[in-house]
T-cell receptor, first 117, second 112 residues
Framework: GAVVSQHPSRVICKSGTSVKIECRSL??????MFWYRQFPKKSLMLMATSNEGSKATYEQGVEKDKFLINHASLTLSTLTVTSAHPEDSSFYICSARGGAGGRETQYFGPGTRLLVL | GESVGLHLPTLSVQEGDNSIINCAYS??????FIWYKQESGKGPQFIID?????DKRQGQRVTVLLNKTVKHLSLQIAATQPGDSAVYFCAENRRAGNQFYFGTGTSLTVIP
């Protein structure tokens, strides 16, 4: 199956700093990437949908100035958590859609665990 | 063993027994559904999918049942093994917008 990677896998940062998380589709071109957030023992919450070359579409309640998404190429999307605070600590997961699969085919990355001190 | 998803988020079964995990979805416009397995600290893994024009689909040791009348999905795992221990999520895809929305999830523990 298609492979999606995320970098870094874990990050610890101080409150007030910004953190960038990369999501890459390694063997296919992803026309659309999705960013999710997951708290411990909770479900995945869709944050935003990112289409290559256009602005991301954010879900209701997600601050677009707080969570900056850039999808500059067909294989890379980045999520930047700006001025991170302890409440931003979470597991961030991306997924990518595209390649030979139909509209529904979505491949998940391994996730990035963010801890803000 | 059987769970009701939203009301019973944990399910424990004996190794070798069959497991049934349930999920209620919210949007009648959803036309495609996927079951995912998530192990601790990892991203979700695709298990099996079903379109709304079907009511049953079988894979290897897994079966998904869809009841559109009551907006209910179930995942049946036959002969459950310790490696099946994980959290299971159903996800619904709504054609408009093409996003996937995840259910609450059920934690399955297989007792050797």
């Amino acid at each position: 199956g298609a492979v999606v990677s995320q970098h870094p896998s874990r990050v610890i940062c101080k409150s007030g700093t910004s953190v960038k998380i990369e999501c890459r589709s390694l063997d296919f071109q992803a026309t659309t990437m999705f960013w999710y957030r997951q708290f411990p023992k909770k479900s995945l919450m869709l944050m935003a949908t990112s289409n290559e070359g256009s602005k991301a579409t954010y879900e209701q309640g997600v601050e677009k100035d707080k969570f900056l998404i850039n999808h500059a190429s067909l294989t890379l999307s980045t999520l930047t958590v700006t001025s991170a605070h302890p409440e931003d600590s979470s597991f961030y997961i991306c997924s990518a859609r595209g390649g030979a699969g139909g509209r529904e085919t979505q491949y998940f990355g391994p996730g990035t665990r963010l801890l803000v001190l | 063993g059987e769970s009701v998803g939203l009301h019973l988020p944990t399910l424990s079964v004996q190794e070798g027994d069959n497991s049934i995990i349930n999920c209620a979805y919210s949007n009648s416009a959803s036309d495609y559904f996927i079951w995912y397995k998530q192990e601790s600290g990892k991203g979700p893994q695709f298990i099996i999918d079903i379109r709304s024009n079907m009511d049953k689909r079988q894979g290897q040791r897994v079966t998904v049942l869809l009841n559109k009348t009551v907006k209910h999905l179930s995942l049946q795992i036959a002969a459950t093994q310790p490696g099946d221990s994980a959290v299971y999520f159903c996800a619904e895809n709504r054609r408009a917008g093409n996003q996937f929305y995840f259910g609450t999830g059920t934690s399955l523990t297989v007792i050797p």
